[in-house]
């Protein structure tokens, strides 16, 4: 009599660091480029390089009101020099003589012949027959002046194709006169979530919904998220949990979209019928992660009459959504408006923090656990880790990376990553 078979073995979870560099080989930057106003440009990827035709500042100009001179004519404090000019920003003066000095103000070209500022804190009006007035100080040469080109040198690349433009940026590149800017295109992304148990608010009131029901939450950060991320959203709803409805939908924003992003239905329940569904309409590439919100984290391709749109289905668990989106979908993003990253840059550098909590059973997965910084430099931990308690995300403002396996005892120095920069 034979043997019974033993069950299959489950294939091992693929690791986070495994799956964001699958994700990243998978996407391209779009093609599609368009021009914008360099005031409508921030949070755009730059298509181009971008080039100065002129050197920042155009010349040597004073850092400081005060008087411009030559340092040589003071070797002492005490000297007086006659004020020969007054040049004021947007001005220029003329050749300066030798002994006297000009009354300069900020952001001033300095004349030809000076080589120093004095600012007027350091100098005393000298009243009578000579508009002079007493130095005070023995300057060095080249104090208090801004060098012509120190900020920008003509020919060079101020910002490089693929930065994404900061206010900072768009100020950079209004100082060397553009008006407009070429920018990748927006990434079209379809939105939906799956759940016959989900309500829109607004639609039935607390005191009317049915046993089971739930408010779709995940719509509204998911949207916000995108939204931030300078993505083009067509949010398509909620589909009900059924396999011809999500055929349909899945079809309709192929055709149109970028990406495709889920949320729920991509587990392993008789009624997720996303993930099926992909593999019907072309092919599912990951599934399943070893990481803790979050595992259930889909990626596959979607056929359509010009190629494949792109398809990331993410738990339907409000933190697992949240936490994916910020670790996976938004450096998939980056990717694909031209953000030139990389697997081991996909995430901010961890800052290290003391743990003031202890956490004593190892999971078997990495776990991103919710915590907030406190007054005394250390980290506390949200009570409640479920993934469906979405006020942790709220309170906290970051999350402890903790590897597989590793327990945490107060004290511990563990890795912080911060909202504030997974939301830049």
């Known amino acids: 009599m034979n043997a019974p078979q033993k ?9 986070l660091d495994a799956a964001m560099a699958e994700l990243l080989a998978r996407v391209h930057a779009l093609e599609s480029v368009e021009t914008v106003a360099t005031f409508d440009a921030d949070g755009r990827v730059l298509a181009e390089d971008l080039v100065s035709a002129l050197q920042v500042p155009p010349n040597d100009n004073s850092s400081m009101d005060g008087y411009a001179l030559r340092a040589s004519d003071v070797t002492a404090p005490g000297v007086v020099l006659r004020v020969s000019q007054r040049i004021a920003a947007g001005h220029a003066g003329h050749a300066l003589e030798a002994g006297t000095c000009a009354r300069i103000f900020t952001g001033a070209p300095m004349p030809d012949g000076a080589d120093a500022v004095v600012m007027q804190e350091d100098t005393i009006e000298v009243g009578g027959d000579i508009h002079g ?13 801004r060098r012509a080109g120190e900020d920008v040198t003509r020919g060079a690349v101020v910002l490089s194709r693929g930065h994404r433009l900061s206010p900072a940026s768009l100020g950079l590149a209004a100082s060397l006169g553009q008006a407009r800017l070429s920018v990748m295109a927006r990434p079209r992304v379809a939105l939906f979530s799956t759940g016959d148990e989900l309500v829109m608010p607004g639609d039935v009131p607390p005191e009317s919904m049915k046993p089971g029901a739930i408010y779709n939450s995940n719509r509204f950060f998911l949207r916000a998220l995108l939204r931030r991320m300078g993505c083009e959203v067509s949010d398509l709803g909620i589909v009900p949990d059924q396999r011809d409805a999500t055929l349909a939908a899945l079809k309709t924003a192929a055709d149109h979209h970028d990406l495709i992003l889920t949320s729920g239905g991509v587990s392993v329940g008789e009624e997720d019928h996303i993930k099926p569904s992909v593999q019907q309409l072309g092919s599912l590439d990951l599934w399943q992660i070893g990481m803790k919100p979050g595992k259930p984290f889909a990626y596959g391709t979607v056929r359509r009459d010009a190629g494949e749109c792109h398809f990331i289905g993410l738990p339907g668990n409000p933190v697992s959504s949240f936490v994916t989106f910020l670790l996976l979908v938004r450096p998939f993003l980056l990717r694909l408006q031209g953000v030139p990253i990389d697997s081991a840059r996909a995430l901010p550098v961890a800052t290290r923090l003391p743990a003031h909590f202890s956490v004593e059973r190892a999971d078997r997965r990495r776990e991103f656990l919710r915590v907030r910084r406190n007054a005394a430099g250390g980290l506390d931990l949200f009570p409640n880790q479920s993934s469906g308690v979405l006020t942790s995300a709220v309170w ?18 563990v890795s912080y990553l911060s909202f504030a920069e997974l939301l830049a």
Request: glycine fraction near 12%.
């Open 133 to 145: 007035v007493h130095i005070q100080a023995v300057p060095d040469a080249g104090q208090w002046v």
């Open 7 to 15: 069950p299959a073995s489950r294939a091992p979870l693929l690791s």
């Open 396 to 413: 906290g403002d970051g999350l402890v990376d903790n590897p597989a396996g590793t327990t945490i005892a107060h004290g511990d120095l």
